[in-house]
């Protein structure tokens, strides 16, 4: 299912009301310019750049029940996570997503099986930061045992060889090291490349638009 989103004078009003432009020293003016160019170029979701705000950045504005998103312990690199070969990241501060779906039914599919599918079908796997920049704007599509890998974004290793972690966001069960007051908030973590999960899809999106 393609998500429908909020027009986007009101998703720049949403990342000014969250301190988005705060944070990445960015005025309110300029985030209302990007959403009327946007408008030129039609619907869709209002992405900050990686190179505006940094994914790690932006998990902490996620929220779920009251509770605010968090990094797992073990992802200290996460802004090191780049676009996957094949990604071409539109080179302004601001830029569109358009059509996204979250790729339930790719639920209990790998990352390795999934990236050729939806690649395959003309699309392209989000990254992290669009991941997070989507569910400022839509918190209600992380949904129990309905939450989805952004395997657009990969570590690549001193070696050349890509890290087996794969970016994912999903809904924390306040186990182990995330803590208990944290069940129920927004977890931006990791799985294996090689790996299935019956409550992660895949989200994609048609294509990227620079503004």
């Given at each position: 299912?393609?998500d429908?989103?909020p ?8 990342l ?10 960015v005025?309110?003016?300029e ?11 039609g ?20 929220s ?12 200290t690199?996460?802004?090191e996570?780049?676009p996957i070969?094949?990604i071409d990241?539109?080179d302004?501060?601001?830029?569109l997503?358009?059509d ?8 209990n599919w790998?990352p ?13 796997p989000l ?7 989507w569910?400022?704007?839509?918190p209600?599509?992380?949904e ?6 952004t ?15 794969t970016p994912?966001i999903?809904?924390s ?6 803590g208990r ?7 931006v ?7 299935r ?8 999106a048609a294509?990227?638009?620079?503004l």
């Open positions: 299912m393609i429908t989103l027009d986007l004078l009101t998703q720049a009003r949403r000014i009301d969250l301190g988005v432009g705060r944070l990445a020293g005025s309110d003016a985030l209302l310019d990007a959403a009327g160019r946007s408008d030129a170029v619907g869709g979701l209002l992405v900050p750049g990686p190179e505006l705000i940094a994914p790690s950045t932006l998990a902490p504005l996620l779920r029940a009251g509770k605010p998103g968090f990094v797992v312990v073990d992802m690199d996460l802004d996570f780049a070969t094949g990241m539109p302004s501060p601001f830029y997503l358009s996204i779906d979250r790729g339930d039914a790719m639920s790998s390795d099986e999934a990236l050729p599918a939806i690649t395959g079908a003309g699309r392209t990254t992290i930061g669009e991941g997070v920049a569910l400022l704007q839509q209600d599509r992380l129990p045992n309905k939450c989805f890998m395997i657009g974004s990969r570590l690549t290793k001193a070696n050349g060889k890509l890290d087996a972690r994912a999903w809904i069960g306040g186990t182990g090291r995330d007051e944290r069940k129920g908030a927004p977890k973590g990791w799985c294996w490349a090689g790996n999960h019956t409550w992660l899809g895949f989200a994609s294509g990227r638009h620079a």
